[in-house]
């Protein structure tokens, strides 16, 4: 059905391979766990989440910087200086950092400072922004749009593969649908349908296809179970205080119970969480 | 939000028991595979289900045999014969056998010849049947209708609970979406919800979900993984010769596999599949 | 794409006429519109409103008696006691009554009772109640489904024609999307398509579809420019004291100036509201 | 509900009027018509239409020059050559041209060549898109999302208007749903809330709505009569070679047939569409 040429898996054992670092990739064995908050904040804010759930562990940290909001008079990210936190949480820390890129513009300086560009659900079929990230040599987390078909999700993806760079990561987040008790609905049948279709990596965002975090846990355990190759997920060392999507955050506390509940599941669908985790010494840096 | 009297769970802790036959009960630590064909055609049809299946094992048999069907031309089921053929099949195979009930009038017959009634998607807001489910002593599966809302869906089992029977097992099978390239959205987010608001077991039905056979075996480990309390899942001895719904139905070997499969998942997530596997020694019944 | 027999038209004159009266019938060049309270309360409220709308001129009366309501606790109609108020007023103002049938059981006394057996929303794929309407002869109200299909509306049909009753006039009453800012989505596209598609009389429910009065009128011109052979609106003398939808009905005064507008807009496409309005000398029954 | 500050209309007079040129304005007395190929093609494509269809009349033409299509391998359209296109034909025919603008980087050629920019529905919400747009002296035609609220409709709109350009015009396009059967669901519900919500015009274009020409006069006529400021039409001199969307275009005699259809309507809603048809005497460009 689709006219994709460069996405789609040749046979079952077609895997790409999508390094953010020497230790962290996407499409292996290991199961890849982003973590960190809507929005970054602050210095202190971001060091917390490092500190305290690298050895949760965390594979890499997520932050919005440059944010797509809804109305122009909400907060709309720190923008540079939240590239520069980053930057330097990123290298202190020596963990993978990854963030949404809005424009064309942004993509120069951000992708210096981190090690992955997300494109938002918005801008799923922004083909300039696009096309632009086909040109650039970093990894691309796509997240699909609220109401993209599989197809069109693909190709999008496409987009990005035709103009030369292959590094794309695929993420279920959550389709519009009638009933607003979730925010969203998390389409696992899509999950299982790209991880069958294309050769890319699929991960899923379970906090903002839910909307609420006591629901986020579940969700993350059948993503997993569903051939996930990894999540992405808000957390907040205060989550009632976060700028953004307060409601869905999990406190650093859940999200390394959250870590630790996967492992196991993990194992019995063939999956690692690489590294042990390794919480009880760490201090809070300090406010 | 709910203005539910019955559905409510109080705590944590509430949670209803539906009992299928002494060896199998909804809502406990047990998980409960419901497995069959979409439609009853025969009788060597049922008894080959029940041979090959009952020692994957299975904990209960599915078949239809009043056909809620798009078009009044399609095969509207076997009727009374197919009831009498679960009816067999049930005594001789000593396996609780489901089927859909989809008038006031069918219920009768229907009731003392199975374990458990079923309401279609269609008939989630026929509230008369509802309210006549709620006189029955009988175990209810209730669909989630096509487009109904987690609200509407409880609201739907308040009316079988205050018309007078407790026994009431909801079942997620996928929401109405944009995109066909799934039959249906599954909705485990909604999973993750009900257990949480309701004390009724939840189930999920992957098969109607996703309408993809190769896609079933996925979606069935994301349920478990959620928290489903069972799964009904389509399965025929020659799935592409059955008269409904061919494109969705496991073969009994590849039934055979998805519960082996589940097994170290549940144990995972604290449940349990009842039953060795004991399949070896099972011969098919002549045709 | 459909496999109907009877439903589809076989040219673009082929039109099927359903009198409710002498006087009233969809289909022919006469632009039909029933009005009333969503629910029946009483008989005051009924012949308030036969009185000051009958010369609107109105050409039908609604009133829910047995109401699919979500909840099992909120008022469920009057029942049989209600059946008599539509049947007094039906005879003592010589109007047509539309009324909504819920359950097979229903039938017997609801018909003889009144012109025209709605099928409601939630109902509309009950095929047993379907069938039974098949074999009734009284004209049937069918209103589209929640998330139904054009498809699936046209069927729903079908089983009524296939079961020997010919009288059926579609009803579109909007659809469930993602945006709670309207009720539901009013699918014009839908109305113009099957008036292509079929030869049965298809008319517009503004008022559940959009759920605010205040939009109900501009809903109601785009009923009647995209073709609607009549429309179904909510009214009420008290419409903030209605038991059940009171955010949607109209005042009995913007009902008269809703008709008034609709007229010269139903000449335009080639329709005429039968009867001249004649409302001054109209005295409001004592209450 | 609305955190919008410039958008909403502080009483029901309060409406912003958009000049496209001296003759013709958006959101007064006048229905403005503007019609035109889905993709600019030729030359002589575009002087057909315009010759053709400038005493239908239309009062602007529209044409995609750089076209959001959801394959990168399909064409992208004719870029600055295109915009050469509507240079001329817009000088020459002395009408109004209306095109897409999909990145920052085109907003500055072609702002000088033409009298509208469009912004896509997949742009609805590329804030960046916006706010440049903001800043340009330009007439702005905002296009709904796909799966866009009238809250995130409205609010795409307060990011135009806040950073500088108030001439911006909303334009419903269909959304999203369940059903195939027509390419989108055209919601003129949200037409209406929009007229009274705030204070921009309003139009609607029943092409990407609906998706089957046989279906695009019945809608234009509904949002006529539901009272929309105005019409998008795609048509094309040879509708079935059309690039793209070829199953909705209008041939031109059909497009000269519905600005005919829509006179009386026009009129019966208190709308005017200047210019008298003269038609007859104009030849058709030699290819």
Redo the contacts between chains.
């Keep these: 059905?689709l006219?994709?040429?460069l996405a789609l898996a040749t046979n079952s054992e077609h895997q790409t391979v999508v390094k953010l670092s020497p230790a962290v990739a996407f499409g292996g064995r290991e199961l890849v766990i982003i973590g960190g908050p809507c929005t970054v904040e602050s210095q202190w804010q971001m060091e917390t989440v490092a500190t305290r759930l690298k050895a949760a562990p965390l594979q890499a940290l997520r932050g919005g910087v440059y944010k797509?909001?809804?109305?122009?008079?909400s907060f709309q990210g720190l923008g540079i200086e939240g590239v520069e936190i980053l930057s330097q949480v990123r290298s202190h820390y020596q963990i993978p950092v990854v963030t949404e890129v809005?424009?064309?513009?942004q993509i120069e300086s951000i992708a210096t400072s981190v090690d992955m560009l997300q494109v938002g659900s918005?801008?799923m079929?922004?083909?300039?922004?696009l096309?632009a990230l086909g040109k650039v040599k970093k990894p691309v987390l796509l997240k699909r749009g609220?109401?993209a078909?599989?197809?069109?999700f693909v190709?999008a993806a496409?987009?990005i593969l035709?103009?030369g760079n292959s590094q794309v990561v695929l993420c279920e987040r959550?389709?519009?649908?009638?009933?607003?008790?979730?925010r969203n609905?998390?389409?696992?049948?899509?999950?299982?349908?790209l991880?069958?279709l294309t050769h890319l990596p699929v991960i899923v965002d379970p906090s903002h296809?839910?909307g609420?975090r006591?629901?986020v846990t579940?969700?993350a355990?059948?993503?997993?179970?569903?051939?996930a190759d990894g999540l992405i997920i808000e957390c907040h060392p205060e989550p009632e205080k976060s700028v953004s999507d307060a409601r869905q955050a999990l406190s650093l506390e859940d999200m390394v119970k959250l870590v630790d509940s996967l492992r196991?599941?993990a194992a019995?669908?063939g999956r690692e969480i690489v590294g042990s985790p390794n919480i009880s010494h760490l201090a809070i840096a300090p406010r």
Excluded: C, W
């Excluded at 809005?102 to 513009?105: D, G, T, V, Y």
């Excluded at 959550?174 to 979730?182: A, K, L």
């Excluded at 609905?185 to 349908?193: F, I, T």
């Design positions: 059905m006219n994709a040429k797509p909001r809804t109305s122009p008079y809005m424009s064309i513009a918005r801008n079929q922004n083909f300039d922004l096309k609220l109401a078909t599989i197809e069109e190709m496409e987009y035709s103009h959550g389709i519009r649908s009638f009933d607003n008790y979730t609905v998390l389409d696992l049948g899509a999950v299982a349908a991880k069958q296809a839910v609420k006591e629901l579940p969700l355990k059948a993503a997993v179970a569903a051939g196991p599941l019995v669908v």
